[in-house]
């Protein structure tokens, strides 16, 4: 899902895939938290893993916006350490 993710923001723009990511967690997160049988919250789940495409766009924006060399060389290193993209 990131690759269609990393397309449709090409396509349209970085803020509205990522406020739709954002969107979809939410949204699936209430189904999940109001959630009445067990079904209901796996459908929610996997919603959230359906909408959620933000690391792969996040990784692109960081790197599109990092304009000093010697910080494009410690992103990768960070970013495995931390585990946050």
């Given at each position: 899902m990131g690759m269609y993710w990393g397309g449709l923001s090409?396509?349209?723009g970085?803020?509205?895939v990522l406020l739709m990511g954002c969107l979809g967690t939410l949204?699936?997160?209430v189904m999940v938290g109001f959630a009445?049988?067990?079904w209901v919250?796996?459908?929610g789940r996997s919603i959230g893993g359906l909408l959620n495409?933000?690391?792969g766009v996040?990784?692109?924006m960081v790197a599109e916006l990092?304009?000093?060399?010697?910080?494009?060389?410690e992103l990768p290193s960070l970013a495995q350490q931390r585990r946050y993209f």
């Open positions: 090409d396509r349209i970085r803020k509205p949204l699936s997160l009445p049988n067990i919250a796996l459908l495409g933000n690391i996040i990784q692109t990092v304009t000093k060399p010697e910080h494009e060389r």
